[in-house]
């Protein structure tokens, strides 16, 4: 099964479109399924007197406006843009999605075409923004960092009642700390969501590099998203915590080899390696010379390879039986030389 690898542009293209495309570019050529934006009107999504969170100020330590309001407004994407946004990505051939942060985004993104909708972390607790985006999505993404246990069961709990398939949600495990530390990443959480909601699961990555996104996927996440930027040290509140272009094609590469590595649950020699089976094994053979009708004894038996002749999990049929001709020593035994 393909991963589904999200790249996250979010608003790392610091409000200017060519910076956006340049993303879209980056997005595409590492081979990333999805490249993702955010879209959202500041003043419906946070306050004027809120204050920029902790990490945004370290991540901006050069802009000494404190203004969540004012920092996010810079980097809103208006409507035109995210037409023309659409259509760099299908002339790059990467898919288009957008995060919506309220419900007139939501309704926007729908009126765009967009099917699939990713509800960021801080909505997984907004009742009015999950009934309408059921109303609206085909498949939802549900970012699940801050959540306990019980409050990602109830935002899957008001989806369902608003007649929203489970099978065709994923949930992904997050830690909403930008970068999070690898002690809090907590990753095996993603498995008990899957077991105790029995719904499809993923990972949403804040850690540097790309070494817990990789393992997720091998833990069985079916989604990786993963912010990326063009320049670690660009002015914004996300920049320091994304991959820079090299890493984020390190990692999509290090996925479809995992998406590979991973097989069927069934154990049994691969194509590959069936020509090696006797090469590796050991076959029983005679340590000594032995004559004619002479009787095969334990002493008289080595497991040596290569190992077409008979199993050495077989002996136990070999000793005590005869030999029809008298044999060297190293002889590989077959059926045909007992009697």
Known sequence: M?????????????GDMELAKRLIDVAAEAGADYVKFQTFKAEKLVS???????????????????SQFNMLKKLELGQDAHFELISYCNEKGIQFLSSGFDEESLTFLH???IKLFKAPSGELTNLPYLKHMASLADEIILSSGMATLREIKEAVEVL?????????????????EYPTPFEDVNLLAMKTIQEELGVAVGYSDHTEGIEVPIAA???????????????????????KASLD??????????????????????????????KNIAIARKSI?????????????????????????????????????????GLSEGHKLSETDLI
């Open 160 to 176: 369902q009642q608003e007649g929203f398939a489970k099978e065709n949600l994923t949930v992904l495990h997050c830690n909403t």
């Open 285 to 325: 053979h005679l340590k000594r010379a032995m004559g004619q009708n002479e009787t095969i004894t334990p002493e008289d038996l080595i497991m040596v390879r290569p190992g077409d002749g008979i199993s050495p999990m077989k002996i136990q049929s070999v000793i005590g039986r005869t030999l029809k001709l």
């Open 111 to 113: 009126g765009l075409g």
């Open 217 to 239: 996927v091998a833990l069985g996440a079916t989604v990786i998203e993963k912010h990326f930027t063009l320049d670690k040290s660009m002015m914004g509140p996300d920049h």
């Open 48 to 66: 004027k007197n809120a204050v920029k969170a902790e990490y945004q100020q370290v991540n901006m330590a050069g802009d000494s406006d404190t």
């Open 2 to 14: 393909k991963t589904m690898i999200i790249a996250e542009a979010g608003v790392n293209h610091n």
């Open 245 to 274: 272009p090299t890493e984020l094609i390190d990692m999509v590469r290090s996925i479809r080899h995992i998406d590979r590595a991973l097989g069927s649950s069934m154990k049994e020699p691969s194509e590959s390696e069936q």
